[in-house]
Nanobody
Framework: QVQLVESGGGLVQAGGSLRLSCAAS????????MGWYRQAPGKQRELVTT???????NYADSAKGRFTISRDDAKNTVYLRMNSLEPEDTAAYYC???????????????WGQGTQVTVSS
């Protein structure tokens, strides 16, 4: 069984910063791409950023220059540093990861339960 647990969300004023963490645990053999998505009330879930096992990153236009994704493979953890936060960034933030649970199995996509980020104006 694999679990992804996010932490670090909260209430912050516009212009402030937060760092989200997402730790994967369980029967993990390898993790390839990890990412962050967000979903605001009444809107579809959207990509924020991803990072491959080789460290290649991809950002949504809304995140470029303000958000930074990183990972610690020794801890099976992915981070999202968010600076210059705006009220429009208010959403539930979800991490995901492609994880293999055995040496012979393909990776499968797992999701965390989400952490709320609220940015006040």
């Amino acid at each position: 069984q694999v679990q992804l647990v996010e932490s670090g969300g909260g209430l912050v004023q516009a212009g402030g910063s937060l760092r989200l963490s997402c730790a994967a645990s369980g029967s993990i053999v390898s993790i390839t791409t990890m990412g962050w998505y967000r979903q605001a009330p009444g809107k579809q879930r959207e990509l924020v950023t991803t990072i491959t096992s080789g460290g290649r990153t991809n950002y949504a236009d809304s995140a470029k220059g303000r958000f930074t994704i990183s990972r610690d493979d020794a801890k099976n953890t992915v981070y999202l540093r968010m600076n210059s936060l705006e009220p429009e960034d208010t959403a539930a933030y979800y991490c995901n990861a492609f994880i293999a649970t055995s040496a012979t199995s393909a990776t499968r996509l797992y999701w965390g339960q989400g952490t709320q980020v609220t940015v006040s104006s």
